[in-house]
């Protein structure tokens, strides 16, 4: 089991700030949970990086987009003229959000 980093004490103070309330067991289980994550957290801080680049991403990327090239569109009456309820030349959709209609 690895050394105890934080105290029933503070998992309590902390679960007070958070106005939560815990059990004396949840109190030692998280007490070990949060202190076997701040070890880990140690491990991780401990691995020296020195050497390796700087990266973004670990794995290469590219654009997986197609070209934007213009091509030809759908007809504007056509598609009009599937709707449900057209107004003005636009689509007619209920109000949103409360606006008169």
Do not use: W, Y
């Not at 902390?14 to 076997?36: N, P």
């Not at 973004?56 to 759908?74: C, K, M, V, W, Y």
């Amino acid at each position: 089991m690895s050394q105890e980093r934080i105290t029933k004490h503070e998992c309590a103070h902390v679960a007070a700030l958070a106005r939560l309330r815990l059990t004396d067991d949840e109190l030692d289980r998280f007490s070990t949970q949060l202190g076997e994550l701040l070890d880990h957290v140690a491990e991780v801080e401990s691995l020296d990086i020195d050497d390796l680049p700087a990266t973004q991403h670990p794995f290469g990327i590219s654009n997986l987009l197609r070209a934007d090239e213009p091509a030809q569109t759908l007809d504007r009456d056509q598609v009009l003229a599937q709707a449900p309820h057209i107004e003005n030349g636009q689509f007619r959709v209920p109000p949103v959000l409360g606006e008169a209609s």
